[in-house]
């Protein structure tokens, strides 16, 4: 069955936003970390409000909010989305981006292996292949780190958990979750962000126009890349998203080096083919032999 249009153009433009990411956030390492977190849950919390009046969708959040299972699901997701984005903030603001890019060079091997287990999604020999291909790039890749990249498997098991949670929840649709979870964010960063008021700090990190245009845009980088992946995730399988979400990692390495001038060595090159190679035998359409 031919894959929904949206859920493929939204599985495609996530990774590809979420790959750009490094270079806004780059901008914004001298400001404290705790502040560019609290302000981008806040502006995101505020941006899903937003869209919820423009798509007439508080029918929904209310009766969401009034389902305590449900409720409790999206609590826990709130708050792993909430240590995933701090220890991606984290890696970024200590020059740990190689632990963060292998966190998320992790990520869809650890969501297509639970979209198996938990979800009990069927997978044939090309992607098989595909995952052994992509396995071995991995291992390369954590081969340079010289120790166990704790970091990075953070950054990884925490996105997969969370993912995995999410697409269970067929009855929530992608917005009216994403709404509940920065209702549960945003009162957190007003507390901090106030707090910090309180003490003679500007509510804008250092107070000036570009740092109030960072602040809000921060909202947006956040946002729209989560909103898309999440629908791409409903309509999509995971053994499918995990593989498109490949785009993300490989931008980043891509800026690393052609805008940042960061070393790319041979370990580095024979990592990435094998990661490569499994998105082609994943996705080109080739006949693969039976044995």
């Not at 956030?25 to 009046?53: C, D, E, H, S, T």
């Not at 200590?94 to 297509?112: E, M």
């Not at 009855?171 to 009162?187: K, N, Q, R, S």
């Not at 785009?247 to 041979?266: D, F």
Request: charged share 10%; net charge positive; hydrophobic share 60%.
């Amino acid at each position: 069955m031919a894959q929904p249009i949206i859920g493929i153009v939204a599985a495609i433009a996530s990774p590809v936003l979420w790959g750009f990411a490094p270079i806004y956030f780059k901008y914004l390492v001298n400001y404290p970390l705790m502040q560019v977190m609290a302000q981008r849950a806040l502006w995101a919390g505020i941006l899903f409000v937003l869209v919820v009046f423009l798509v007439r969708g508080w029918g929904r959040v209310r009766r969401l909010l009034k389902q305590k299972r449900e409720m409790q699901i999206l609590m826990f997701c709130a708050i792993l989305v909430g240590l995933n984005w701090s220890a991606y903030l984290y890696a970024v603001f200590t020059d740990r981006i190689a632990q963060s890019a292998l966190g998320y060079f992790i990520y869809p091997l650890l969501v297509i292996a639970m979209g198996v287990v938990v979800l009990k999604e069927r997978f044939g020999r090309r992607t098989q292949i595909a995952l052994m291909l992509a396995f071995i790039g991995v291992v390369i890749k954590a081969s340079v780190l010289g120790d166990i990249p704790w970091l990075a498997l953070f950054i990884g098991i925490t996105f997969a958990v969370y993912a995995t949670i999410r697409k269970q929840m067929q009855g929530t649709d992608a917005l009216t979750g994403m709404v509940i979870e920065m209702f549960l964010l945003a009162p957190i960063a007003l507390i901090y962000i106030s707090y910090l008021v309180s003490h003679g700090e500007p509510f804008f990190f250092d107070g000036g126009m570009v740092a109030v245009l960072f602040a809000i845009s921060s909202g947006f980088v956040t946002a729209t890349p989560l909103l898309l992946f999440h629908i791409g995730n409903r309509h999509l399988p995971l053994t499918l998203t995990g593989f498109l979400f490949y785009i993300n990692p490989s931008m980043q390495l891509a800026s690393a080096v052609w805008l940042y001038g960061e070393p790319l060595g041979m370990t580095s090159i024979l990592a990435f083919g094998f990661i490569w190679a499994a998105l082609i035998v994943q996705f080109v359409r080739l006949p693969l032999r039976k044995s």
